[in-house]
């Protein structure tokens, strides 16, 4: 099967920069995902690596190393709105995710 | 991307009975999935809903305890039968829009409670 372990909180002021880690432990996948998920709402797409490296979306960057079994979101120029909790899952196939343990994030003036 | 609409939004059960939950989507899709979300945890696939055949289920999860319905391709129930209070979650349809991203789109969610 497949794990995925992330911090369950973190906190952070306005402005600052801020990183999420997930590891993870699976015999094959096909990308991580990461998503973001308001209090009482749907989790939203942020960002997908199928390869190693860095993407960028704006504010929003995720990293993926395969040979570490591992990847991260960050954060930058945080604001208060982006106190939610955020998740990475694995693409597994079938378009099926399996989803991280998830982190709160806490965003403070 | 994909509207999607879930019915009910959240409902307070009495153990024993069961409810049916009510996905549907604006535009036809061909993979939907649906999640469960216990309170303050993460997201646990519960099954692939397929079109004209019988939906796949994750381990530990069973039909006869979570029935799924597909009749075509925007529409999919999923039924919490024989309800307890370990049942009490959030339960979340899911959509591909098969962009092979990664990117699953969401409805609001069915908050339900099992007194």
């Known amino acids: 099967g497949q794990s995925l372990e992330q911090p369950s909180e973190v906190t952070a002021v306005e402005g600052a920069i801020v990183q999420i880690n997930c590891t993870y432990q699976?015999?094959?996948?096909?990308?991580l995902s990461w998503y973001q998920q308001h209090d009482g709402g749907a989790p939203t797409f942020l960002s997908y690596?199928?390869?190693?490296g860095l993407e960028e979306t704006g504010r929003f960057s995720s990293f993926l190393s395969r040979s570490d079994s591992y990847g991260y979101l960050l954060l930058q120029e945080l604001q208060m709105k982006d106190s939610a909790s955020y998740f990475c899952a694995l693409g597994t196939g079938f378009q099926k995710l399996v989803f991280g343990t998830g982190t709160r994030l806490l965003v403070s003036p | 991307s994909a509207v999607i609409s879930q019915k009910p939004s959240r409902d307070i059960c009495q153990r024993g009975t069961s409810l049916t939950i009510q996905c549907q989507v604006d535009?036809?899709?061909?993979?939907m999935f649906w999640y469960r979300q216990q309170p303050g945890q993460s997201l646990t696939l519960i099954a692939t809903?397929?079109?004209?055949?019988?939906?796949?289920?994750e381990s530990g999860f069973v039909i006869d305890k979570f029935p799924i319905s597909r009749p075509n391709l925007t529409f999919s129930t999923l039924t919490v039968s024989n309800m307890s209070p370990e049942d009490s979650s959030i339960y979340l349809c899911s959509v591909d829009w098969g962009s092979n991203t990664g990117e699953l789109f969401f409805g609001e969610g069915s908050r339900l409670t099992v007194l």
């Open positions: 535009s036809q899709v061909t993979m």
């Open positions: 699976t015999s094959g996948f096909y990308g």
């Open positions: 690596n199928a390869l190693d």
């Open positions: 809903a397929n079109q004209g055949s019988e939906a796949t289920y």
